[in-house]
């Protein structure tokens, strides 16, 4: 979950962003984000009033829509989320955010977050054509170094794993 947000008009309400991986493949992940309005304490407020609210990925919409509420009866209302798939390719960090614009005795709220997906290390495999030490591989990514899991070295005579 990223930082929750309190809203404009009133701190006893907050705005959440949650977000997993759902899913992962060699080139792609399925990602979940949900958004969640929560009372943190004091009196309920409510709304018949459809109020609007969206979730964005690198600027664009993903999930929009309108709720009303009622506090009286529960403490976190799920708005909405969005479940789907995202290219590596199209970049590592993904700028998400969620809007929720309540009546005006709480006013509205804008959560945000920088999520960077982690890089699972799968199979590293070296063509050589020479001979092979044996050793440790290390993969520099964005969030640090990495021990890759395992190494495979290309001979002349097949693949194999070094130990």
Do not use: C
């Amino acid at each position: 979950m990223a930082n929750p947000v309190n809203f404009s008009n009133n701190s006893q309400y907050e705005l959440q962003l949650y977000y997993e991986i759902l899913e992962e493949q060699s080139e792609r992940a399925r990602l979940k984000v949900t958004l969640k309005m929560h009372k943190k304490s004091g009196d309920g407020y409510w709304t018949d009033l459809q109020r609007p609210w969206n979730i964005k990925i690198n600027g664009s919409t993903k999930a929009s829509g309108t709720t009303s509420y009622n506090f009286n009866n529960y403490w976190t209302l799920t708005l909405g989320s969005w479940t789907g798939w995202h290219n590596y390719d199209d970049g590592m960090t993904l700028a998400l955010s969620g809007y929720m614009s309540g009546h005006s005795s709480i006013g509205s709220a804008i959560a945000t977050y920088n999520w960077t997906l982690p890089i699972e290390l799968g199979n590293m495999y070296i063509g050589t054509s020479g001979g092979v030490k044996h050793g440790q591989v290390y993969i520099g990514t964005s969030s640090g170094v990495k021990k890759a899991k395992a190494v495979y070295i290309g001979t002349s005579s097949g693949v194999k794993r070094s130990k």
